[in-house]
């Protein structure tokens, strides 16, 4: 049996072993193909990710097993039902009014976030009436805050933003009624479109730049419509 350690002394005989095997000094199993302890199924050893406390230095879950878990665990669903989406039915009236607040007052956005290459795309909308934000917290959900009034003068202003998944599901209902955003929410739906089609064909989540078509042409076409300056010709 192996004595029993402290944190440090453990922490401190980890890293000696996985300099050890590093160096050579302590082989470690070559093997092609490993077991997941999820899903059984046989894999290639390059789908483990790397664990120097293991034998054979290779997590005992395979990256797909292991994604799957930590989205379970963040979000309560798996990844196909986070990824599905099921368009909301609106009345004409609500999905035409809310499509006319959004043309004059809200913004799309889509930015690069973290380290790992992806990107974010959502909905925000600040003003200064809390009835008309407080009607779309009601009605599409998301998250709703005051902000701090920029001068004495001012009123204080009321920001309202939806995620990504909601405003996929939201779209296909305001898209008909929508003039000035018109085309910043059909490049949104055609993006998700292509990034879903690059998902299904690479392993990784996140994108290689520089990014391929049609995902390169859809970014460029959106950073051009919220460049801020005068309109372009």
Request: aromatic share 8%.
């Amino acid at each position: 049996k192996r004595a029993v350690m402290c944190v440090e002394c453990l922490r401190q005989y980890y890293q000696d072993r996985k300099q050890a095997r590093r160096a050579g000094k302590i082989s470690v199993p070559l093997i092609k193909k490993k077991a997941c302890r999820l899903c059984r199924l046989v894999k290639p050893i390059e789908l483990f990710g790397q664990n120097w406390k293991h034998v054979d230095a290779h997590e005992s879950t395979c990256l797909d097993c292991d994604r799957e878990r930590r989205i379970i665990k963040r979000y309560g669903v798996t990844r196909s039902e986070r990824l599905s989406i099921t368009p909301v039915n609106l009345p004409a009236t609500t999905a035409a009014y809310a499509a006319g607040i959004i043309d004059g007052e809200g913004s799309f956005f889509l930015s690069p976030m973290g380290k790992e290459q992806t990107f974010c795309m959502g909905l925000q909308l600040v003003n200064t009436n809390p009835d008309v934000v407080r009607w779309l917290h009601q009605t599409f959900g998301g998250g709703m805050s005051q902000l701090p009034a920029p001068s004495a003068k001012c009123k204080s202003p009321f920001h309202w933003s939806l995620g990504s998944r909601r405003v996929r599901e939201i779209l296909p209902a305001l898209l008909p009624y929508m003039i000035v955003k018109r085309r910043h929410a059909e490049i949104l739906l055609a993006w998700y479109k292509a990034l879903m089609s690059y998902h299904a064909n690479h392993r990784r989540r996140a994108l290689a730049f520089p990014l391929r078509e049609p995902l390169a042409s859809l970014y460029q076409e959106f950073r051009a419509l919220n460049r801020r300056g005068p309109p372009l010709a």
